[in-house]
């Protein structure tokens, strides 16, 4: 898997993990949503899953009341990905392995990544998010201790 990478994931991760607050695949099927992977810094094993939203208008509220509130966001960041407005949204954000990415997500028949700018950005919210989840809790929806376990 190379950085940067969007990607779909495989129907077994979700099936294995069974946590109701991840942003799974559906449409019977179906590839959606887009994840955005990033290297896990502690373990090499693990890649973190960032879901891509379309849905701008419901995530930009947030962002600006959280940016209004504490002045900054490490929870969404809304940028572009293949010319169109989204949102990445790091608060959803999940680990795995590399064997539950199902393949990249391409157009045209070429794979998409994200700039280099962007990503770095994402990877040091993420950190932040996970590192204040360690500690407090409540930064990730998902129950991220479990999901590591089920890795195992």
Known sequence: MKLGAVVHIKDSF???VEDTTLMSNYENGGYRPHFLCIKDADDTSLIWAIPISSRVGKYQPILQKKLARFGRCDTIVIDELCGKDCAYLIQNA???KEEYIDHAHTVGGIEVFIGTTL???IETKLRRCISINRRTGGMLF???TRIKEKLK
């Open 119 to 121: 990503q770095k950005e």
């Open 14 to 16: 979700f099936d294995l």
């Open 94 to 96: 999940f680990p795995l």
């Open 142 to 144: 998902a129950n991220i």
